[in-house]
Every structure is written in structure tokens, then in C-alpha cells.
């Protein structure tokens, strides 16, 4: 079947670097996208990756290694702001080229 | 400014009845979804819709209803049959083919049983 896995919670400190990873079982993989979701608010679009390596906007990166079925989003010099939850998503040929979405992992930013 | 209205933002249905959240764009986009979230989960998809007067089911369609009769509106009407409707309703859309172009999400309505 199709599956995402990524971590439920993670704790980090302001102005320290964070590393968010998302690995994938599907069958027709076509791209690897990152969402922002504050609570109760509407998930923002961060990045998409379709080829392996890295990719940056501002602080933060994604990264994609096809072979391994693994991504991860980078965010550096975090703010308080950044608390929100993060999801995976994969856009899969076989699903009619639609999202598939992880869980989502919490972010937690301590002063 | 150009974006996804949802409304209501709170919306609480009675037993037995049919209910109709509402989602308008003025993106000019072509594709258009339906999300359910419920807590300390992922999005799962119910319906979407790639161009007007058509549209297909998604991984959890059952009890739900659509209609893409405008390219700016895509209404979800959650019937009687949906036996546990309580979550968080997000409408997207998206325009172009590429692979690397977003899904723009509205605010979501948040459904409860009275």
C-alpha cells in the first residue's frame, strides 16, 4: 500500500536548526512536497522536490533521495513563529497524480 | 486579492440531516479538493475535481457529495450517511499540470454533531 512515515513531535531552541524527515512507500512517486500548518489554520505550501538533492528557500531546505525513499525539510535559525506542524506529501502516478499525506510531525520551539 | 473563501468557519449538524460547506476561488484554477482532517492526522482525501462539470472520488468519498458546476465553486455536502462527519474541512485548489505547482488551501470549516 501507499504510506508515509514521519515523526509525530519534535522539540528544538530558537535560533537552533531542525531536521524533519519523511520516508515513503509508494508506487508511482512523482514528487515529494512539504506543507506548514499552524492550528486550527490552512497548510502553506513550503517546497517540492522531484529530483535528488537539496533544494533551498530562505531558512528553510528540502532534500530528496529517491533511492532510499527519503526526504527531509531543513529549517534553520528558527523562531518561535516556526511552531506548527510540518506534513510530507507525495504525489503518486498510480493515485491519479494526487497527494498522498504523512501524519504530520508537531514542531515544538523552546525559548 | 486573489484566494479560497470557505464558509462557515463553524458548522454543527443535527442527527439525519444533510449538511453544505462552501468553497469559491478566484485563482482561475482548474483543479479544486476536498479534504478531511481529523485530530493528530493527515489529510485524506474525499473528492477533487480537474476541470468543471466533472469530478472523482478520493480515498474516503463515501457519505460525501460534490458538484463542480461554476470553475470558481466546488461545494461539499456531507449527508446522513457519513456516520462520524466530526473534523476539519479543508478546500484546495491548484493551477497548471507541473508537478511543482501548490495546492492553495482555504481556512478550513470545522464540522461538529450536535
Known amino acids: 500500500g501507499q504510506s508515509l512515515e514521519q515523526p509525530s513531535e519534535v522539540t528544538a531552541v530558537e535560533g537552533a536548526i531542525v531536521q524533519i524527515n519523511c520516508t515513503y512507500q509508494t508506487s508511482g512517486f512523482y514528487g515529494l512536497s512539504w506543507y506548514q500548518q499552524h492550528d486550527g489554520g490552512a497548510p502553506t505550501f513550503l517546497s517540492y522536490?522531484?529530483l535528488d538533492g537539496l533544494e533551498e528557500t530562505g531558512r528553510f531546505s528540502s532534500f530528496l533521495s529517491r533511492s532510499d525513499s527519503y526526504g527531509y525539510l531543513l529549517l534553520q535559525e528558527l523562531q518561535m513563529k516556526d511552531s506548527a506542524s510540518y506534513f510530507c506529501?507525495?504525489?503518486?502516478?498510480?493515485?491519479?497524480?494526487?497527494?498522498?499525506w504523512g501524519a504530520g510531525t508537531k514542531l515544538i520551539i523552546k525559548p | 486579492d486573489g484566494g479560497i473563501t470557505q464558509s462557515p468557519k463553524y458548522l454543527f449538524r443535527k442527527e439525519g440531516q444533510n449538511v453544505t460547506l462552501s468553497c469559491e476561488q478566484n485563482?482561475?484554477?482548474?483543479?479544486m479538493y476536498w479534504y478531511r482532517q481529523d485530530p493528530g492526522q493527515g489529510l485524506r482525501l474525499i473528492y477533487y475535481?480537474?476541470?468543471?462539470?466533472?469530478?472523482q472520488k478520493g480515498d474516503i468519498a463515501e457519505g460525501y457529495s460534490v458538484s463542480r458546476e461554476k470553475k470558481e465553486s466546488f461545494p461539499l455536502t456531507v449527508t446522513s450517511a457519513q456516520k462520524n462527519p466530526t473534523a476539519f474541512y479543508l478546500c484546495?485548489?491548484?493551477?497548471?499540470?507541473?508537478?511543482?505547482?501548490?495546492?492553495?488551501f482555504g481556512d478550513g470549516t470545522r464540522l461538529s454533531i450536535l
Open positions: 506529501a507525495v504525489r503518486d502516478m498510480d493515485s491519479n497524480y494526487q497527494l498522498i
Open positions: 522536490n522531484a
Open positions: 475535481s480537474q476541470i468543471v462539470n466533472d469530478f
Open positions: 485563482l482561475n484554477h482548474d483543479a
Open positions: 484546495a485548489s491548484r493551477g497548471g499540470q507541473g508537478g511543482h505547482q501548490p495546492q492553495h
